[in-house]
């Protein structure tokens, strides 16, 4: 049969019902049936036989365009190049599990993240001309109270009052420090386009004005309160961004260091709160330490005292705030044996020894003993 080069079709004939047939007459039967191209997409093709071949193989049929082999992913050809072949790019498992790895990323970014309430909108411009300090954001003032009246504009608009407050600065100087100061009588004015701080009101009460270039710098006595730079129209006064920082850790400790199990209840009972989700490694060591469990540490032996054997004492100061005395040190004297304590109050640190020697005294009169050591 070499001679048939051309594939045929399935033959169906009765030459297989003649009683007489020869090679002739099937030869010739066979090169009158209508052949097919084997360039057809659907035509089989030879493949050369291998040694380990199995028998009833089925035969391979050409690729075409539904075949895995002709898919190609556009992302791993950017990405992985030789691992396109066999899929597309939104059946790519490694695109679908980068995916979920960003998704997973931004969630716990989101979580560890503070979401900002800002507080103020602009910045406090130092003004010469103005008669009083004033701000058109309500939020900023401090013991606010309700007030009326009316300001007049440079342009002789009038603008109402509504109240007044104080207002918490904390200005950034040239050196990189932070100035905080309390203004005082701020007006609320809803109509006012900038938040103006007055020279005039600041003049009245000992402060000092020094121009340099584009910066006014306000002192009061050798402090600079306030530096303000020229920013094309207003002297600017630069302050630190307040903003109101809420994240998981915050709620945590705001709700009494509440179980994360309970957490996640919160924010699905409460979702107009903005809880964010509880970050990955989340670990609050206030909790930790006070889950740990220590065996008590064993009492120590000492020898028996008598009262006023012996007196611990400690001086202190001088503090921040001077007491009501104007006293600015203190010393505790505390017996050893009693546990009994006395605090004594100091206007200076010499009047340490005068003290002593009237605690002494004081004990010889009450006790009729002296302390034996301190």
């Not at 049936?33 to 089925?58: C, E, H, V, W, Y």
């Not at 990405?79 to 931004?106: A, D």
């Not at 300090?133 to 608009?157: D, I, W």
């Amino acid at each position: 049969m070499g001679f048939l080069v051309k594939h045929h079709k399935n033959v169906i004939d009765n030459l297989t019902t003649k009683d007489s047939l020869s090679y002739a007459d099937v030869k010739q039967r066979l090169m009158d049936i209508d052949t097919s191209d084997t360039r057809d997409d659907t035509a089989l093709f030879a493949s050369k036989p291998s040694g380990n071949k199995k028998k009833g193989k089925k035969p391979v049929r050409n690729s075409d365009s539904s075949s895995p082999k002709s898919k190609a992913c556009t992302w791993c050809k950017k990405h992985n190049p030789g691992k396109s072949e066999g899929h597309t790019w939104n059946e790519c498992f490694r695109l679908q599990k980068l995916n979920k790895e960003k998704k997973e990323k931004e969630k716990d970014e989101e979580a560890n993240s503070t979401m900002e309430t800002k507080v103020r909108t602009k910045s406090f411009y130092f003004d010469t001309a103005c008669t009083s300090h004033m701000t058109p954001y309500a939020g900023r003032l401090l013991n606010y109270s309700k007030c009326s009246g009316f300001v007049k504009s440079s342009s002789q608009e009038s603008m109402e009052i509504e109240g007044k407050g104080d207002v918490i600065m904390e200005c950034v100087l040239r050196d990189g420090s932070v100035s905080s100061f309390r203004v005082c009588d701020v007006l609320h004015v809803p109509m006012l386009g900038h938040p103006l701080i007055s020279w005039r009101k600041l003049c009245t009460k000992g402060y000092t004005e020094f121009g340099e270039g584009d910066f006014i710098s306000i002192n009061k006595g050798t402090q600079v309160m306030f530096e303000a730079v020229f920013d094309g129209n207003l002297f600017k006064i630069p302050e630190i961004s307040h903003s109101a920082h809420i994240t998981y850790n915050f709620w945590h400790q705001a709700l009494g260091h509440l179980a994360p199990s309970s957490m996640d209840k919160a924010i699905n009972l409460y979702s107009d709160a903005n809880i964010p989700a509880k970050p990955k490694d989340f670990i609050c060591s206030s909790c930790v330490k006070s889950k740990m469990i220590r065996n008590s540490r064993p009492s120590t032996s000492r020898k028996d005292r008598n009262k006023l054997d012996l007196v611990h004492s400690d001086l202190s100061g001088p503090v921040p705030v001077p007491s009501y005395g104007n006293s600015l040190y203190y010393i505790t004297l505390i017996d050893d044996a009693t546990r009994v304590a006395w605090v004594r109050f100091m206007k200076q640190k010499s009047e340490t020894t005068k003290i002593i020697k009237d605690f002494v005294t004081e004990m010889e009169h009450q006790h009729h003993k002296s302390p034996k050591a301190f």
